[in-house]
């Protein structure tokens, strides 16, 4: 009846080596720091630097609109067609 001990200890290793992987205390090895291009940017230049469109929602006649490359963020507001406003959210 040694089974049950060794089986816990084991799932206990197990679960304390998921939980350090999935912490995620920075780049993984072998990339680099991911920067964002500016504090302040259009959303022209975000999208052609590679940031896509995640979500988009209504804010009184105006829409925000949130991209994402990696792990940096941003919140464009949409003042026309043409002109947007973003900044970082990370």
Known sequence: MKLPPLAAV?????SGAVAQDV?????KLGQGEVQPPAAKASMG???S??????AAV????KF???LQKDQSAY??????????QCGTIN
């Open 10 to 14: 084991v799932l206990l290793a197990a």
């Open 64 to 66: 925000v609109v949130f």
């Open 75 to 84: 919140a464009c507001e949409m003042k026309s067609l043409t002109a947007s």
């Open 45 to 47: 230049d975000l999208l």
């Open 49 to 54: 630097k590679g940031y896509e469109i995640k």
């Open 23 to 27: 912490g995620g205390m920075g780049p």
């Open 58 to 61: 209504p804010n009184g006649g």
